[in-house]
């Protein structure tokens, strides 16, 4: 078969599955052979450029870099929609509507996505543009960035109109939101704050490659046409369907059609109760007049369609009595204040607690125990307290008064200047911090210990079997089973999970350690960067600093962590134990060693993903570096680079690149 029939054929079937998984919800093929046949593209397409199209499924991975992005005036400006917030307020609008147009009126009742709007441009079927909202007029050009969304179609199927808009919401999924949040704790970087401002800043990163890894997702609301196509706004979002679009599920209430302010108040009242449950956040409801004849013959006020209003959810907030500040400590030792409230229900479920973050906070709102408290919810699954209620304050009530020593351990709390958080420093005799830690070590993204849970870790823990994560490895049959809940067969299970957890990588053994502020990604970088831990135990600060996305707060983390005897013990039992201590150099795959020992610093934007361009260093053989040193032997420039940086390598007479005189060092 000839090169471009299988680039054809392809893209043909990786579109197919796209569709398929992200817009039908059905899979008919594994992850791993889906990656087989997108690598098979990539390779083809990368070899004959000519013929790789546009908008090709390869697009989804990212890779292109907007370095500015362009402002572009929308066909249709962008208007925003006028707020509701009862039921008197939707009777006026209905009232508006019929003595502006005759005969019945049906209205469609949708979800009002909580995210960032966008407005997409098809031609002929391919997707060409897509641009931010801006000031409704004109936005900025996100295309690179929108296509690695999968719900949304690159290349359109069925019937659809050759040049057409199409509106909707890019939205956090919560599942990802969280998930990215948990691996930035995790890494010990600052947490995003809410789905939405997170779905905006991501849409406008300029590596297409970090967009697409963060599982962004669109909801899309509105169709604009030239020629009206569909007789209704109802109508039209079933049609899109047959052109590859995700549409919202009729048969799970996320769009219906009604013919009264009753039945619209129903649906409000329904999401109102159940917004809790949906996979992303929502604000509120949007109610459109369906027929697309009446929606002209009411047309628009300066800055939104008398067709269409929105009806916005209070965040529900209740009053409650603070009964009790207690305080938590984490598996790295860190204290949060709990708020021990009088139960009350809120927004469906019953609130107990609620954090109260750090020290600063409880200044801040000047909270105390027995004072009377609002506590509120919105999209979001956690209650937050954000106020008290001072006319009800108790008059002998006192200052909350931060503890000092640890709840657990009684240990002096220490606080590093500049941090939120207060700490308890005595890691390995405070228990909430030794089981916490093993908790971690078994976890499924670091040993994944089949067998071993977080009660039977507690439990070996109070049988004085394990005090530490080495410790598990000593275990054996006859000092497990006599525990509780113990038979023959989860013991050995418990220990053939041991076992085979010695063949874990490198990586994530290092990760497993709960080392203060190294995540997954940054285990992944010291691993691939030391290759083994004698290495990085000998790594000091400058060294740690120089090395590719190590700040300074992980290198002093990771100097205090092997500072300390009792962290070496620990690892050097784990050495005598079997567990990997060293990466697998043959996975490693090395194309070339031409820069073999060569310490690199990649800075600013370039033709490439800086991510690409960082690989390729690595497999020739070079280190990157994230900042200038006399260590550094050459910096690759691209645009936009800092000037402080420049002044540095200037300075130290650091050799300087561009990405194309590198890519001219690195051929053959
Ligand atoms: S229709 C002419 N439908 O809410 C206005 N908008 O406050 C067309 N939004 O800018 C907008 N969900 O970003 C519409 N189902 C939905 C929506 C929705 C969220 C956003 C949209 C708009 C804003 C208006």
Partial sequence: MSVEKRINELTEILNTHNHNYYVLNKSEIS?????????????????????????????????????????????????????????EEIEEFDTRVRKLVDGDIEYVCELKYDGVAISITYENGQLVKAITRGDGVQGEDVTANVKTIRSIPLSLKGNYPQDFDIRGEIVFPLAAFEQLNKERAEAGEALFANPRNTASGTIKMQDSTIVASRGLDCQLYQLYTEEPMFKGHFEAVKGIAEFGFKIPSINDNFIKKVNSVDKVMEFINYWNENRIDLPFEIDGIVIKVNSYYKQEELGFTAKSPRWAIAYKFKAERVSTVLEKITYQVGRTGAVTPVANLKPVQLAGTTVKRASLHNADQIEKLDIRENDTVFVEKGGEIIPKIIGVDFNARLENSLTTKYIENCPECNTELIRVEGEAQHYCPNSLGCKPQIIGRMEHFIGRKMMDVDGLGVETVTQLFEAQLVENIADLYDLTFDQVIPLERMAEKSVNNLLAGLEKSKKVPFEKVLFALGIRYVGETVAKKLAKHYKNIEALERADLDSLVAVDEIGERIAESVVDYFSNEGNRIIINRLKEAGLQFQIDESQDKQESSKLAGKSIVVSGVFEMSRNDLKKLIESHGGKNGSSISSKTDYLVRGENMGPSKLAKAEKLGVEMLSEKELLEMLRD
């Fill in 31 to 87: 992850d791993y052979e889906f990656d087989q046949l997108l690598k098979e593209l990539q390779k083809l397409e990368e070899e004959n450029p000519l013929f790789a199209f546009t908008n090709s499924p390869t697009k989804r991975v990212g890779g292109d870099i907007t370095k500015k992005f362009k402002t572009v005036k929308h066909r249709f400006p962008m208007l925003s929609l006028s707020n509701s917030y009862s039921k």
